[in-house]
């Protein structure tokens, strides 16, 4: 079982910067065993892929339209994921997920069983 909680999501303006957050408790596995995923899902659209980092660290991935603003990370020692947002535009503005899985095909797909609740990021132009 593995249970996340996002956090730092709030209102920014066009141009600023945000970090956010995910936390996770993973029993029977350890925390560096699982890749995570970034997605997230504005008004009236679907969710959509954001980005991933493998269980090390090592490897990242990126949407196009996010890719060279936003950077994840990972502190295997606190067990948290992060994703730094830089040049925040309004078309940013959505709820903000994490995700887990062993597998990094599968957090990339978002066909995955751990998801967190989400944390709400606002962008005001």
């Known amino acids: 079982q593995v249970q996340l909680v996002e956090s730092g999501g709030g209102l920014v303006q066009a141009g600023g910067s945000l970090r956010l957050s995910c936390s996770c408790a993973a029993s029977g596995r350890t925390f560096s065993m699982y890749a995570m995923g970034w997605f997230r899902q504005a008004p009236g659209k679907e969710r959509e892929f954001v980005a991933s980092i493998s269980w090390n660290g090592g490897n990242t991935r990126y949407a196009d339209s996010v890719n060279g603003r936003f950077t994840a990370s990972r502190d295997n020692a606190k067990n948290t994921v992060y994703l730094q947002m830089n040049s925040l535009k309004p078309e940013d503005t959505a709820v903000y997920y994490c995700?887990?899985?062993?597998?990094?095909?599968?957090?990339?797909?978002?066909?995955?069983?751990?998801w967190g609740q989400g944390t709400q990021v606002t962008v005001s132009s």
């Open positions: 995700t887990a899985a062993i597998n990094p095909f599968t957090v990339r797909a978002g066909q995955t069983e751990y």
